[in-house]
């Protein structure tokens, strides 16, 4: 598939999602979004109805990006604007959360929402995540929920997250990983490319992109199982303080990156091979409604 025809099919499946939020069923049924039940009770209580029932994320970016006043955040994917909106109450009025997303309903839905939730420290930009229309070290934090995998290009992704972010910036990305022994066949066997599975890279893949572009301290973190070898994870990076030449290659980054992945589910779900019980828990990855 070419980079424009991916765009198109992930643009198609997230306009539809959209309206369909508009409706009031964002993913399941107002009642049973499985991503909404990602954020805490008091997380939900702080956003209005619409942009809860909107969430399709895998995961909880904001419970480990560790917001404080005046910074500046980018959400990559930014949707119905859930991860935006709790982001711009917790950098406050001398901060700014920014939301990217390509896809004009999802626009259309996080402003209605951010209009609803009386924000004004956030802004919605039309764009690729490949292509950041922002200025380069202009962002503090880099946030994103369940995205990455839908990219077309994702090294070029993660050479944005490098530019845009300043020196000593980091990022909290949740996202659907591989355990590495999977071919992209065998992903794609265990889901649609909308629907968050068959784009999604290993977690060597991931933590080796993060490296490449000079990001260090790369954490990923399993947090629930959403197919048999593939789980939700919480992947943290940040990028140095001072500038250490040129961003290391590939083999020499594998070999010296300080990346750790922490024991969890995907373990877990190694062993207990194909049995592996699938826990719900995010739209796109956990309970198959938006696959
Ligand atoms: C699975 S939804 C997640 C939305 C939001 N992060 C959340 O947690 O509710 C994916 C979103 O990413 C957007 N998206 C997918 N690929 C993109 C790309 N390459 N550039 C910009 N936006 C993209 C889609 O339009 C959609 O709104």
Redesign the pocket.
């Known amino acids: 598939m070419t980079t424009e025809s991916i765009?198109e099919t992930?643009?198609e499946h997230?306009a539809s999602a959209?309206i369909q939020a508009q409706h009031g069923s964002a993913c399941c049924g107002p009642s049973e979004n499985p991503?909404a039940e990602l954020y805490s009770a008091l997380e939900r209580d702080e956003l209005p109805d619409a942009a809860v029932l909107?969430?399709?994320?895998c995961g909880n970016p904001i419970a480990v990006a560790e917001l404080h006043e005046g910074e500046r955040v980018l959400?990559?994917?930014?949707?119905?604007g859930?991860?935006v909106l709790l982001s711009a109450r917790r950098v406050g009025p001398t901060g700014r959360a920014f939301g990217?997303?390509?896809?004009d309903e999802?626009l259309a839905l996080a402003r209605r929402n951010a209009a609803e939730a009386g924000a004004t420290n956030v802004e919605f930009l039309k764009?690729?995540?490949?292509a950041v229309p922002l200025p380069a070290e202009s962002i503090d934090v880099v946030i994103?929920?369940?995205?990455v995998n839908?990219?077309?290009d994702k090294p070029s992704v993660f050479r944005e997250i490098a530019r845009v972010l300043r020196p000593g910036g980091r990022i909290g990305i949740s996202d659907i990983v591989a355990e590495d022994h999977l071919t992209a066949d065998q992903r794609a066997e265990r889901g649609s490319y909308a629907g968050?599975i068959a784009g999604a890279l290993s977690m060597g893949e991931f933590r080796d992109g993060l490296a490449e572009v000079g990001l260090v301290d790369v954490t990923i973190s399993p947090s629930h199982t959403v197919a048999d070898g593939m789980v939700s994870a919480i992947i943290k990076a940040s990028k140095p303080v001072e500038a250490q030449g040129d961003a290391p290659t590939l083999a020499t980054s594998a070999a010296s990156s300080a990346a750790v992945v922490s024991s969890g589910p995907l373990e877990a779900s190694s062993a207990l091979g194909r049995d592996v019980a699938v826990v719900s828990g995010g739209?796109?990855g956990g309970a198959g409604c938006?696959g």
Request: glycine letters at 14%.
């Open positions: 765009h992930v643009r997230y959209a991503s909107a969430s399709l994320g959400d990559l994917g930014s949707g119905g859930i991860d990217l997303d390509m896809t999802m764009g690729h995540i490949e994103s929920n369940c995205v839908l990219a077309a968050c739209c796109c938006c």
